[in-house]
């Protein structure tokens, strides 16, 4: 039975195009790898294609697209659950056994074929143009191959186990994301362990522990040697491939191969209140008006933003995130005092440039993850139809949307803030300067994040599935890392603009603020664009097709956002 399970999960899967949209992303982002995930770094006499490197870069990779294995392994069950199929999977004569197994054994067969483009796009890598024939040795397909081998599948069997199971017990999709993060950040706890030998066994990604198993090699060795699969590398992967054993584990025995209890019971509530009504001898229908205008557009956007924000910030997973944010300042702890070596005083613009550097990628995952989940809340949660049918304008309820999650962004900086703020403290700092704070975050990580979510909301709104939305995003963050890498990040063709730089005592901001805020007022503008045209081809109604919402653009769109655009347009071609 297991294998006909096995059967329809792989069938399923290749009828979606997510499955080909993750392979294509893998195999497109690693066309560059090498150039990213080394940028900035001299190998010396070390080549781009020397296995050293590339299992380096596989690694991070394979770091970075763990929101792609969660995407994958953690939704088999849930799907189930989400299409209320369990009850009739569950009536027929199957075993939690052959169940679970099938399912989880599809779905990572899956997430193999989609990280094969990982070896393969590394492999057309080496023969891309912006590689010159002294940064390459003769081509080994053999040193990606093994690579894959020894550092890639075991990742993905750690990532795919701990997903899978967090799917299969909790049945829902954020605790789900937000395993990625919380693994991302375990594997920076492990760079503040000082013993060497521990700090390579737990690192989950193998980055510390390649580093440490050819730390005695020379050049030569390091250009020509493959990975060996022995010493720390070798109990690295032994440890990792234990725990996601034991993982599987605790997910079969935790599982319950039975109805949803949590749905059972207020069914069963439900039942019981409608036993105890009576029938009314008289229905009096309330007076109902339906307030329009400007004044009444501004209190739905009051009310629905807060009413987003409210829904994010009780989930467990938000809190979760917060306390990853905590953990991030905890690991920089112990380099926040040091600069060049040298012991210094923990002042605010130290401790921003490396929470800064710590949390780019957490904030990513955060803005990709929760940009996705509060586009399709109404689809996930099978509101969609009431939703579709409040008399709110699409753009009212985009604006909420953003504006809700905006506060979130808020929330989790001056976490951050405070966290920093506290930490001097500890260390006997009391010259607190919250205005370099307040300016390193608000006016540099702060319109980061709304310029991206409104990229987010497009690519959201322009697909038909979350997955694809959240895929085309993280395709687009990454062009725009590989334009700053290869030193085509000019701020006024790179969206988003470029970065206020190093703060310092003298000087400040080397190139201003002014400058700066200018630069970010000229995206702003364009992200506004993309905001309205979003909100004009978001998905609402029963006809979903892309060409049908292009098509009725003019009708969707209000005269007064019309007014408004025509305004963002005529100060962008002035400025």
Known sequence: MWYEIYKFEIRYRLKRPETYAYFLFLLLFSLGSVDFVFQGIDLGSVHKNAPIVIGKTMGAVSAISMIIASLIMGMPIIRDHQYDMQSLLYVNPIKKSEYLLGRFLGSFTILLFAFSGL??????????????????????????????????????????????????ITKKTMVVYTQAIVLFVFFMLTKSITHPFLQGLLDPFSLTTLTQATLSWDSIQRNENLIPFTGILFWNKLFWTTIASFILWYGYRKFDLGLDSSKMKRTKTTIHENEKETQPSSIILPSISTPAGFLSSVKQVIHLSWFYFISITRQVSFLALLFCSAMIIFINSINLGTVHGVNSYPKAYFIIEELQEMSSYFFILVLLLYSGEIIWKERDSKFKSIYDATPVSDFTHLISKFIGLSMIYVVMILSLIIYGIAFQLLQGFTTIDLNVFLQGFFLEVFPFLLLYTCVSFFFQAISN????????????????????????????????????????????????????????AYWFIIGGLVLILSAAIINRGTETGLKYRLKNIGTRLPKSMRYIGLIFLLAFCTM
């Not at 393969?120 to 890598?125: D, I, Q, V, Y």
């Not at 093994?146 to 997903?163: A, R």
Request: proline content about 7%; some cysteine.
């Open 119 to 168: 070896p393969l796009g590394s492999m057309l890598g080496e023969f891309m143009p912006w590689h010159g024939p002294e940064d390459m040795m003769s081509f080994r397909p053999l040193s990606y191959i093994v690579t894959y081998i020894e550092i890639v599948l075991p990742t993905l069997f750690l990532g795919g186990s701990l997903f899978f199971v967090t799917g299969a």
């Open 465 to 520: 599935r979350k997955v694809i939305g959240i895929i085309l995003t993280m395709f687009f963050c990454i062009c725009i890392l590989l334009l700053h890498a290869t030193g085509l990040g000019d701020s006024l063709y790179t969206y988003a603009g470029g970065f206020l730089g190093t703060y310092s005592d003298m000087n400040g901001y080397p190139q201003g603020i002014f400058p700066y805020v200018f630069i970010k």
